[in-house]
């Protein structure tokens, strides 16, 4: 069965990628998934990225009781894991069941009640108009997303760490200042870029052949979100191998 349902899903990235018809109506469609992908988001994810690195701060702090290891290493911790693991996963993870359960929902939705059926009796590439937007945002705005967490995280772990004593602020922007190295952006973007193919995609798929009524197209979001979850975290093993 895997097989089957991974052939169908690479069947169907072959019609979404293949070229468009008119790029005028497709750019329209790209920024209005940009703004519900994107901006709808901001809020969400600035709230979960700032209390996450806070309590980062926090749970750091308590772990290091040795008098020998200088406060400013609590920083360097809180950074190096925000840009490369916490950010990128725990924003794609969220992402999934907000995002994900949309696109599945709304394809699933027009499946159902046989308007994707219209628009391909009609000569339209349907799966090229209603998900190839989709994609593109995805992997344009959850890279920028990841950036806005890792930010956020790292402000979070100097409040944290501020309010609760557990590190001074200037020790605090001196670990996350002191051995810094860039490459590790460019890993958090590469899983950033990653992940925003898996969520649009793999909920789209999930909601383009979904079969049934209002009761499929809810089983095939939760269904869409599970199976992103899952490929998002092997995903994230693979880019780490690799990468690091």
Same mark, same amino acid.
Request: hydrophobic letters at 50%; charged letters at 10%.
């Given at each position: 069965?895997?097989?089957?349902?991974?052939?169908?899903?690479?069947?169907?990235?072959?019609?979404?990628?293949?070229?468009?018809?008119?790029?005028?109506?497709?750019?329209?469609?790209?920024?209005?998934?940009?703004?519900?992908?994107?901006?709808?988001?901001?809020?969400?994810?600035?709230?979960?990225?700032?209390?996450?690195?806070?309590?980062?701060?926090?749970?750091?702090?308590?772990?290091?009781?040795?008098?020998?290891?200088?406060?400013?290493?609590?920083?360097?911790?809180?950074?190096?894991?925000?840009?490369?693991?916490?950010?990128?996963?725990?924003?794609?993870?969220?992402?999934?069941?907000?995002?994900?359960?949309?696109?599945?929902?709304?394809?699933?939705?027009?499946?159902?009640?046989?308007?994707?059926?219209?628009?391909?009796?009609?000569?339209?590439?349907?799966?090229?108009?209603?998900?190839?937007?989709?994609?593109?945002?995805? /992997?344009?705005? #959850?890279?920028? +997303? %990841?950036?806005?967490? !890792?930010?956020? @995280? *790292?402000?979070?772990?100097?409040?944290?760490?501020?309010?609760?004593?557990?590190?001074?602020?200037?020790?605090?922007?001196?670990?996350?200042?002191?051995?810094?190295?860039?490459?590790?952006?460019?890993?958090?973007?590469?899983?950033?870029?990653?992940?925003?193919?898996?969520?649009?995609?793999?909920?789209?798929?999930?909601?383009?052949?979904?079969?049934?009524?209002?009761?499929?197209?809810?089983?095939?979001?939760?269904?869409?979100?599970? /199976?992103?979850? #899952?490929?998002? +975290? %092997?995903?994230?093993? !693979?880019?780490? @191998? *690799?990468?690091?």
């Amino acid at each position: 069965m895997f097989f089957t349902y991974f052939g169908q899903y690479l069947l169907l990235l072959k019609s979404v990628f293949r070229r468009p018809e008119k790029w005028r109506i497709y750019w329209k469609e790209i920024i209005h998934e940009m703004n519900e992908i994107g901006v709808g988001s901001l809020g969400l994810i600035g709230i979960i990225s700032t209390f996450v690195g806070a309590v980062m701060t926090m749970q750091i702090a308590f772990q290091l009781v040795s008098d020998l290891i200088p406060t400013s290493v609590i920083g360097q911790i809180n950074r190096d894991s925000s840009i490369l693991e916490l950010s990128p996963t725990i924003t794609a993870l969220v992402l999934a069941g907000k995002v994900g359960s949309s696109i599945s929902s709304q394809i699933g939705s027009m499946r159902v009640t046989e308007q994707i059926d219209a628009l391909e009796i009609m000569g339209i590439n349907a799966p090229g108009y209603l998900i190839l937007p989709k994609i593109l945002a995805g /992997i344009t705005m #959850i890279p920028v +997303l %990841v950036i806005m967490s !890792i930010f956020l @995280a *790292l402000v979070g772990g100097l409040l944290g760490g501020s309010l609760s004593g557990a590190v001074t602020p200037a020790d605090y922007i001196n670990g996350i200042t002191d051995g810094f190295i860039g490459y590790t952006v460019a890993v958090a973007l590469v899983k950033a870029f990653v992940f925003g193919f898996i969520i649009t995609s793999v909920s789209a798929f999930k909601g383009f052949y979904v079969r049934g009524g209002a009761l499929e197209v809810g089983q095939a979001s939760t269904r869409g979100v599970v /199976i992103s979850c #899952i490929t998002i +975290l %092997v995903a994230d093993y !693979i880019v780490t @191998a *690799l990468m690091l």
